[in-house]
């Protein structure tokens, strides 16, 4: 295993610069992965078995995108003399360190190398992370709990959060996230070793490891920065009458990629080596309370227009995520009252599930990021507390803390709780009945998305679906699935039913919609409905009567 986890290094892309100036941090990109001694057959060498077994349960292919970086590529840039820091295979570069302008010009000569970008801007740290304008109020006391709802938990202080979600009645079903690795993606997490909230982590395995994706020499994420240990108290924290969070079973991959001293596209770059980390070790859900638009260099700054699902480097790592089957979470933002009130990277992502904050009595907090993305998109999904959220203190109590940061990991852990219960249901399907049981799911807008979700009543709808399904055992079967230019969709049914087929893109844009009558052995072919359609992954939703079921296609 740690020979495995040693090999699984990774960072990012992106903007070429006409000129460099050393010393600073740069990306060097590849061209290819040509003469690689890894190979698709034998993903082993390069994924753990239980990111294999994640893969294998959603039907998801090993493709060349899934190879570390040519080992031997990495070796010419360090012969040239540069210090190596994370390589990507995802997006196939390096980040490197140097304080030479012959080195950056030897890099850029070798063959294989399609160029060098500064990402860093080592001595201008003048921006801050979006987290840094949120408010944390002092430690809370005893007569401030409450709780309406007698549960199998005594919730403390984050008994309204959790209530919120009708969360309590899923924990007292017994998923608790047992079984679920959850990835978080922060800036630190101080004193996590030693605050009782987490005591229940440590003594239980439940804290699985931990990377520096900032400060890859020290590697020790417990020595920055407060934020983390914060999020990670929403969904971890483990202390019956103090606060238990939203998943108090689950286990934990502790990740650094933000460094809260600055604000450089590098840690864009560090959030997608992180999650090509966790996608290697088999995670199911990663939390990530980051958001990414402006930055000390005006020359990164995002606009509006590049929030389009499609060119921040956060956002395109988020949406390869989930294609390999993870459940990405990600906080909307923070910036709803500002001149730039929407949704950041990666929350502009297409299959990002993206959480904005409201009160304790469920009214949208004015600072929650909104949308829609630049191309249409609702933004964000889902509502979860993000004013007055119980989080862990500095010492061993509980505080109160107000931002979208502490919205997604509540939604998070929640959502792994759901995924324990329903192993076999992809992300999609748990976003899909998330968004659906929303007090705003009628009429969602880009303020609250499809509102506050109900998690007990997403469970009694897919328990409802699953046993509907097992009743339709091989009722549809879809051929041939990757497609080409036709797709057959072949139905066996007992009565003369209508059949509503409809295909959605991977950001839930309707594309095809077609009823058809139904008999003993129907076949559809889709051929002409799916003529010009771009290659790629898209979902295919079969219902008949009251049964429904999800085909995940891909478009060669």
């Known amino acids: 295993m740690r020979s495995l986890l040693n090999t699984l290094f990774f960072v990012v892309i992106i903007t070429s610069l006409s000129a460099q100036i050393a010393p600073d941090k740069y990306y060097v990109q590849f061209t290819d992965k040509d003469n690689s001694p890894y190979s698709i057959t034998n993903p082993e060498e390069f994924l753990t078995q239980r990111a294999l077994d994640r893969r294998a349960k959603y039907d998801i292919e090993i493709i060349e995108q899934d190879l ?46 399609e160029n060098v970008s500064k990402m860093h801007d080592l001595y201008n740290p003048v921006k801050k992370s979006f987290f840094e304008n949120e408010e944390y109020d002092e430690e809370v006391t005893n007569n401030e709990k409450s709780s309406q709802i007698i549960s199998s938990y005594d919730y403390g202080f984050a008994a309204n959060q959790i209530e919120q979600l009708n969360g309590t009645l899923l924990h007292d079903q017994g998923f608790k996230g047992e079984g679920m690795v959850i990835a978080v993606l922060d800036a630190g997490y101080d004193v996590v070793k030693t605050h009782q909230l987490f005591d229940s982590l440590w003594a239980n395995n439940q804290i699985l490891g931990s990377m520096d994706f900032v400060d890859r020499d020290t590697n020790n994420v417990y020595a920055h920065h407060y934020h983390g240990r914060m999020v990670l108290s929403c969904m971890g924290a483990n202390v019956e009458g103090l606060m238990v969070g939203t998943a108090p079973k689950a286990s934990y991959w502790l990740f650094r990629s933000e460094d809260g001293a600055s604000e450089n596209i590098i840690e864009e770059y560090n959030w997608v080596s992180a999650a090509e980390f966790a996608d290697s070790v088999g995670a199911d859900v990663i939390n990530s309370s980051l958001s990414y638009v402006d930055f000390d260099n005006p020359f990164w700054d995002y606009t509006y227009e590049d929030m389009n699902g499609m060119t921040a480097i956060a956002t395109i790592g988020a949406d390869i995520a989930s294609e390999k089957g993870i459940l990405v979470v990600n906080s909307a933002g923070n910036s709803g009252g500002s001149s730039f009130p929407w949704v950041g990277s990666p929350a502009d992502g297409f299959n990002v599930f993206t959480i904005g904050a409201v009160d304790p009595n469920g009214n949208r907090v004015g600072f929650s990021s909104i949308g829609p993305t630049f191309d249409g998109r609702i933004k964000p999904e889902v509502m979860a507390q993000g004013q007055a959220s119980a989080i862990a203190d500095d010492s ?161």
């Open 68 to 113: 570390p970086v040519n080992p031997q590529y990495i070796q010419g840039v360090t012969s040239a003399g540069a210090t190596i820091l994370t390589p990507t295979k995802w997006l196939n570069g390096v980040t490197i360190y140097t304080t030479e302008q012959s080195v950056l010009d030897a890099i850029n000569d070798l063959p294989y190398v």
């Open 396 to 556: 061993q109590g509980v505080q109160f803390g107000s931002g979208t940061s502490f919205s997604s990991p509540i939604i998070a852990g929640m959502s792994a709780c759901l995924m324990e219960a329903f192993p076999d249901k992809t992300p999609y399907e748990i976003i899909e009945s998330l968004k659906d049981s929303g007090d705003n799911a009628s009429f969602p807008d880009n303020e609250n998305g499809w509102g506050i979700p109900d998690f007990m009543a997403a469970y009694s709808t897919l328990t409802i679906i699953t046993n509907n399904e097992e009743d339709h055992t091989n009722l549809v079967s879809v051929q041939p699935n990757p497609f080409a230019d036709e797709v057959k969709v072949r139905v066996i049914e007992k009565s003369a039913r209508t059949i509503e087929l409809t295909i959605m893109d991977i950001s839930g844009k309707q594309i095809v919609s077609v009823k058809r009558e139904a008999h003993f052995n129907t076949e559809i072919n889709l051929s002409d409905d799916l003529k010009g359609l771009s290659s790629g992954i898209y979902f295919m939703k079969v219902k008949i009567g009251n049964f429904q079921e999800v085909e995940r296609l891909i478009k060669r």
